[in-house]
């Protein structure tokens, strides 16, 4: 019989470094997920960093509305609208097992383009250590190095100092900015956003070895051709 990963082989993505383990988010996690997530994300003092404030809402589980409903819906979305013209690699972010945080990495007609986009987000308890450098370092290493992007672009809300810094560390240069729309809990506001990008040229790796697993079969699956 056929193994999950060689129906689907981006659950046979794994990407280390020492103790952090990235890969593709699958339903055994949910219940971690949705912990995490309960633990709280925002930092008070910065602004809300998502687009919309999924992490906030009221905490119904079983029920239609409400946390974890809505974002169920959104992390399986992820899952069954992954194609090769469009894909979102949602990965798990564990530390020695236990599950930190979330890293995005999407992309739209990437064979053509090569450029990917990122977004994250850590516990709470798991921020201000290092980790979401580290870890958007190992994306964009995988990124450059398996994919062979050119680029990787993302943004974050002006004043989200941590975001900036984690860019700012990993070689992103600003990319000029946008004004957005946030649905908050109070409503919707507008905001600024600052875009930046990272190219092999300018990329800050990590000091510690990173590697990959299942590459192979994912460039396949994602029509990446290899000289
Ligand atoms: C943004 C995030 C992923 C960064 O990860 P992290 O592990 O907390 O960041 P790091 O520990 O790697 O720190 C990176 C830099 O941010 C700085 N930083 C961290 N928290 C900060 C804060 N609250 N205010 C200002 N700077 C902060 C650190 O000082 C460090 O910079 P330095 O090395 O120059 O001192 C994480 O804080 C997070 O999940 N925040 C909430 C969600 C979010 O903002 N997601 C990003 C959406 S664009």
Known sequence: ????????????????????????????????????????????????????????????????????????????????????????????????GELVGMQDMMAQDFPLIRSVTTGS????????????????????????????ALACESKYVVGNHASAAVSRKTGYVDNGRVRGAQHTRDGAVGMEEQRVVVTPDTYVRSGEPVTYEGTQALRRFLGIERG
């Open 121 to 148: 987000w850590l516990g709470r308890a798991h921020q201000g250590k290092g980790l979401g450098t580290l870890v958007r370092q190992m994306v964009v290493g995988f990124a450059f190095d398996e994919l062979d």
């Open 1 to 96: 019989m056929l193994a999950l990963e060689e129906i689907f082989p981006p659950y046979g993505l794994r990407i280390t470094c020492g103790d952090l383990e990235l890969r593709v988010l699958r339903d055994e996690d949910f219940p971690e997920l949705v912990e995490l997530v309960q633990n709280g994300i925002s930092v008070p003092g910065l602004p809300m960093p998502f687009p919309r404030a999924w992490h906030e809402e009221p905490y119904a589980p079983g029920t239609p509305g409400g946390f974890p409903a809505t974002s169920l819906s959104w992390w399986w979305t992820q899952r069954s609208t992954f194609a090769s013209d469009r894909w979102n690699l949602a990965l798990t972010v564990r530390r020695d």
